[in-house]
């Protein structure tokens, strides 16, 4: 199977940061790919992609640096207006 490379804008990685709590070094219960996340925010089909970031993303809860294969855990509660 073939995947297309999609290359996402800063924004869009700093949308992805916001819709997270934390990444799996500070929360061993994460089980979303970061990815995912990615693509809850885009209309693709999720199997034929894979993402590519201009600049890693930063955990919100430890700051450590987060790629497109890192666990995350999503916010609970997230407002769609700001997004």
């Excluded at 995947?3 to 990444?23: F, G, P, R």
């Excluded at 450590?64 to 407002?79: A, G, H, M, P, Q």
Aim: glycine share 0%; proline share 4%.
């Amino acid at each position: 199977m073939n995947k297309t490379v999609i290359t996402v804008s800063q924004s869009s990685v700093s949308q992805a940061e916001y819709a997270i709590e934390a990444c799996q070094s500070c929360a061993p219960e994460s089980a979303i790919l970061f990815a995912n996340v990615l693509h809850s925010f885009r209309d693709y089909d999720a199997e034929m992609v894979d993402y590519l970031l201009p600049t890693l993303a930063h955990c919100p809860s430890c700051s450590r640096e987060i790629n497109e294969s890192t666990f995350v855990k999503r916010k609970k509660d997230l407002s769609t207006s700001s997004l």
